[in-house]
């Protein structure tokens, strides 16, 4: 176990008191180490019948990110509920619209309402983190309209203060590279499908099979594009050829690498500053 400075000493007793001064939580849980130190946090200072993960094992997240976060529960005896959230039926998300991410949480956070029932005097919480505020990200807005909570707000805990904290209590995940939902990896205005989100995942497996680990494959209707990390370009320029043939198989006409490396939020780049101004919790 690391030892932590001072400073995250004190963001950590904060964290405490924020958990110690709730009956319980019912946490919207990804696999993400955001969502995974809140639900390890409630665990430690609410007790293990007092913290509640729920994960909606849908279309836009990936297998193996699923099966990790049931790992991680059942390794640290974490109470875990598995729903099944259904937004690609609803048009508002399919559709794609630069808010897609609104009705995705609206409908997760409506869900997780339903199970508070069970636990009068829990709250619904997110994993939101401090630097969020800064992005844009319209499930914040879902997360107001539904009164769902987030510590790391609260307590102003950023993303690299999370891992350390996270890395600090030994979590398998601390420096996980995050994996947004792979609707992310599709055009504002271009039609999610089941199709489009399977064939990102398998391009991503098929990416991850030769040893890069933090990757994008971003799907234009047609064609798929690549992104590592900056460091990665060269390893990747030189077998190219063969990882195009088999992200080909997958139903791609053609395959093309984004040499700036990966940029997480790229997608957003389309919005003009209106849009992306993001909304204060």
Not at 6 to 12: F, I, V, Y
Not at 39 to 55: H, T
């Amino acid at each position: 176990m690391n030892e932590l400075n001072p400073a995250l000493n004190e963001k950590l007793q904060l964290l405490e008191n924020w958990f110690r001064q709730r009956k319980g939580s019912i946490v919207a849980f990804s696999g993400g180490i955001d969502s995974t130190l809140v639900l390890y946090l409630a665990r430690k200072f609410q007790g293990p019948e007092n913290a509640i993960g729920v994960i909606s094992n849908s279309e836009s997240l990936k297998i193996k990110d699923f099966n990790l976060a049931q790992s991680f529960c059942k390794e640290f005896d974490i109470q875990l509920r598995v729903i099944k959230t259904d937004e690609l039926s609803d048009s508002n998300y399919n559709e794609n619209p630069i808010n897609r991410c609104f009705f995705c949480k609206d409908h997760l956070f409506h869900d997780l309402q339903k199970i508070e029932k069970e636990y009068p005097g829990f709250e619904v919480l997110s994993g939101t983190n401090y630097d969020d505020l800064g992005d844009y990200r319209p499930g914040i807005d879902a997360a107001k309209k539904n009164l769902v909570t987030s510590p790391l707000v609260d307590c102003k805990v950023s993303k690299e203060e999370i891992r350390e904290i996270a890395r600090h209590f030994n979590l398998p995940n601390w420096n996980k590279p995050a994996s947004p939902c792979l609707s992310s990896r599709i055009p504002y205005n271009q039609a999610v499908t089941l199709e489009k989100l399977r064939q990102i995942e398998a391009a991503e497996d098929v990416l991850n099979s030769y040893g890069f680990e933090d990757v994008r494959v971003r799907h234009f209707g047609t064609f798929g594009r690549i992104e590592v990390q900056q460091e990665d370009l060269e390893k990747l320029l030189a077998i190219k050829d063969q990882v195009y043939n088999d992200i080909k198989k997958l139903g791609f006409a053609r395959v093309e690498i984004d040499e700036e490396g990966l940029v997480s939020g790229k997608m957003n780049r389309v919005l003009n500053k209106s849009e992306s101004k993001n909304n204060k919790i």
